[in-house]
């Protein structure tokens, strides 16, 4: 079955510090991969995805790049801003195109603060 | 706005009631979901439904039972409602079923059962 396993958190770093937040997936067929991002009191957004392998999704200074080779996902940030605190989450989608397969699969979250 | 939109944002309630949230999305998707998050922030999904047509159903208690009048709705009722149930449960839409556009997450229902 599809699986994904993010690094447990919560995480807390300084402003303007690297941000690094591993994930790394299981899946049968081309997974397409996704960063989902949700702020306080709010729903998941979508931050960036995917499709493919060597891809890379990047918004608002966030990358990730699909590495088959290592079947991860690894968020990344230069420099974080306090508004940047919220909980972000790793999800995979197969592509397959037969029923029940359609769904998310998520990640278990990973809370991340931002300290001025 | 464009936007996938629910209510009621906050319901609290006793054990033994039911109820209903309701979800609208006006973006013209074709697929909606129900997914439910626990306090530790763990995402499941529920349900999901493409063109009115039930197309997942995860193990989820007979209580609970989707309803979809039109591809732009799809409510979630919930018969005689347990401590267990508290949780916040998200709204989504997207377009397609192959897998490959995101979801679009309504910002939720935090439910309280007492």
């Known amino acids: 079955g599809n699986s994904v396993t993010q690094m447990e958190g919560p995480v807390t770093l300084s402003e303007e510090a690297f941000l690094t937040i591993n994930c790394t997936y299981t899946a049968t067929g081309y997974p397409s991969l996704f960063w989902y991002v949700q702020y306080p009191g709010e729903g998941l957004q979508l931050l960036l995805k995917?499709?493919?392998?060597?891809d890379k999704g990047s918004n608002k200074g966030f990358e990730a790049t699909y590495r088959k080779e290592t079947t991860s996902f690894h968020l990344e940030k230069g420099s974080v801003q306090v508004s940047d605190s919220a909980v972000y989450f790793c999800?995979?989608?197969?592509?397959?195109?037969?029923?029940?397969?359609?769904?998310?699969?998520f990640g278990t979250g990973t809370r991340l603060t931002i300290i001025p | 706005d464009t936007a996938v939109s629910q209510t009621p944002k906050y319901l609290v309630t006793q054990m033994g009631n039911d109820k209903s949230i309701k979800c609208e999305q006006n973006l013209g998707h074709d697929t909606m979901y129900w997914y439910k998050q626990d306090s530790k922030k763990f995402l499941k999904i529920m349900f999901s439904y493409n063109n009115k047509e039930l197309i997942i159903n995860e193990t989820v208690p007979n209580r609970f039972s989707p309803k979809s009048p039109d591809k732009a709705h799809l409510n979630l009722h919930i018969n005689s409602l347990e401590l267990g149930d508290s949780a916040v449960y998200f709204c989504a839409s997207s377009q397609g079923r192959q897998g490959l556009s995101p979801l679009h997450f309504g910002n939720g229902t935090r439910l309280t059962v007492t």
């Open positions: 995917a499709t493919k392998a060597d």
């Open positions: 999800a995979l989608r197969n592509r397959i195109s037969n029923f029940g397969n359609e769904k998310l699969t």
